[in-house]
């Protein structure tokens, strides 16, 4: 399949998303270069005057940057946080190979998605209330 091809399927696949996962290598400034270019693509595909979909950045491979002698990485928490403040993301680490931080982003999106379901549709303690 070409590039721009896979670009077209993506963006159809983005149309309905209801949350992002944004994924870099902290050892690859390039790969933390790309996700300012697929939020932007994602996000594109929603209304502007609707709300900003809400996501994760996620910097995987934390295990590489070891001590200042030994690190093989080029991205810093603080730039990678930094970024996931301005584009409205919370930010994790996490470390795939070493099942660090794995959990944590899923659990924050489960959590996000059950407390936008409970505001939507009323959680039951305020369905009681209004008996």
Not at 19 to 48: H, K, M, N, Y
Not at 98 to 118: M, S
Request: overall charge negative; aromatic content about 10%; proline content about 4%.
């Amino acid at each position: 399949m070409s590039l721009l091809c896979q670009v077209g399927t993506n963006s159809r696949n983005f149309e309905n998303a209801a949350f992002v996962v944004v994924v870099f290598d902290v050892a690859s400034r390039e790969s933390f270069q790309s996700c300012g270019r697929w939020l932007q693509q994602i996000r594109s595909t929603r209304p502007s005057s609707g709300p900003q979909i809400p996501g994760v950045l996620l910097a995987n491979k934390i295990d590489l940057r070891g001590d200042s002698l030994s690190s093989r990485a080029e991205v810093t928490a603080k730039e990678a946080q930094v970024f996931a403040e301005e584009n409205g993301l919370k930010y994790f680490e996490c470390s795939a190979s070493q099942g660090l931080g794995v959990n944590e982003p899923f659990q924050y999106i489960a959590n996000d998605f059950h407390e936008g379901y409970e505001e939507a549709s009323g959680s039951p303690e305020n369905m009681m209330d209004e008996m």
